[in-house]
């Protein structure tokens, strides 16, 4: 039995690092498709991918050791087996007459490995029909295909020897495989209702009526717009000590390039940096109804206390209270080496305390409020709202347009403005 648990405990091992890197893509497609991360079906999601990855892995672990004798060691596996119900052959040739007649008798047949592997080879697919009926709501004409499919695509790389990847195969190709393999699946499609009644799943469907925005999706926002604020911070520093401009500072890996043949830099980069966060967290999103590239990812938007686009003087509060505030002052404090050296021993008390009071005034109001509003927001007069409330309020005002939701989206900002809607797509 070892054979068949050592795959799902590789699997239990890999699957960590697959949820880690699909976490964000799947939070991002349920934000932007519902509006907010529907639990159940983000739950039953993740356990089909790991029910696909234990499904790899029994069929390709454990993978063989090439060497000298590897064909010698393999040569069975280079003869498909093509004669349909040959494992019912063998298992009526090994098994006395007797053993169909009690219940001892029927028990032990999980001993033998013919008829082991047939009930493991007919459970294999079970899951996939069915999550094919549960989760993804598939009809039959549609599901089977798939189920063929994976098992032709199992056996395959099989006999294919992963694709090449070793000399010879190391796993016979059998036809009675892709029997039980379907047969499984079509039992698990069929059985799909009874996994319906047990634990129903929820449809997907958007979530209009949520007006509160949660961290997450907010965080995630914020770091895009970082990161896209960050490189074009470099990419305009890099262009400028290029060209010849003006000498700036530049990371100490591109100085190694073409850029160390350019004059010493000078300490007037702040410039440069307060005008590609201006451009991105003031310019673009009051001009682009409160979105930045971040928030329009996940379907976010800015606005103020009624609902209106903002201006460019409450965006500039904003920003300047949740960015620029923070950064000038930890970079005139424990940023700064002569600040440092005259606190001496008390820097890093300092620096606990300081990072303690910022935690506290820009954690603190979210949590403690409903709304979930920051200082940022408080002082500036707006908040962050889903554009799938803002879709809504739209065709509440206008019921008589179904496509009102697309039609605001085509019209001109001004006729949008002068109306006093918000908009969202």
Known sequence: ?????????????????????????????????????????TLLLYLFIFYCVVALFLVILPLPKPGPGYSA??????????????????????????TWSSLPGIISLFGRTVFLQAILNFMLLFPLGLFLR?????????????????TMTFELLQYSALLGLYPAPYRAFDVDDIILNTAGGLVGYLAAPVASRLVPVPLPQVSPNVTVVGYARRFLALVIDLLIGGTGILAVRIIIRLTGIAPVAVPAMFESGPLRFVPAPVGWGWLIDAAVLALLFVWAPAAWYGRTPGKALVRLM????????????????????????PIVLLRFTLGDPVFRRSLGEWVDPFA??????????????PLLRRDRRGVHEILSGTRTISTH?????????????????????????????RRGSTRGN
């Open 352 to 365: 606990v305390f300081l990072l303690m009071l910022l935690a506290s005034i820009y954690l603190l109001p």
């Open 1 to 41: 039995m070892s054979v068949y648990f050592e795959p799902i405990r590789v699997a239990l091992e890999f699957f960590p690092l697959i949820a880690a890197v699909t976490l964000v893509p799947l939070a991002v497609l349920h934000w932007r498709r519902y509006g907010r991360v529907q639990r159940i079906r």
């Open 302 to 325: 800015i606005v103020n206390e009624k609902s209106y686009s903002p201006g460019a003087v409450a965006l500039l509060v904003r920003y300047a209270f949740q960015l620029l505030l």
């Open 134 to 150: 549960y989760y993804f709501r598939a009809r039959l004409i549609a599901a089977l295909p798939v189920i063929i499919i994976t």
């Open 73 to 98: 060691r393999y040569a069975w596996a280079a003869h498909p087996q093509l004669r349909p119900f040959m494992f019912v052959r063998r298992l009526l040739r090994t098994v006395p007459d007797s």
């Open 389 to 417: 409330v803002a879709a809504a309020r739209r065709r509440q005002k206008s019921p008589r347009d179904p496509d009102g939701d697309r039609n605001e989206t085509q019209r001109g900002p001004t006729r949008s403005r």
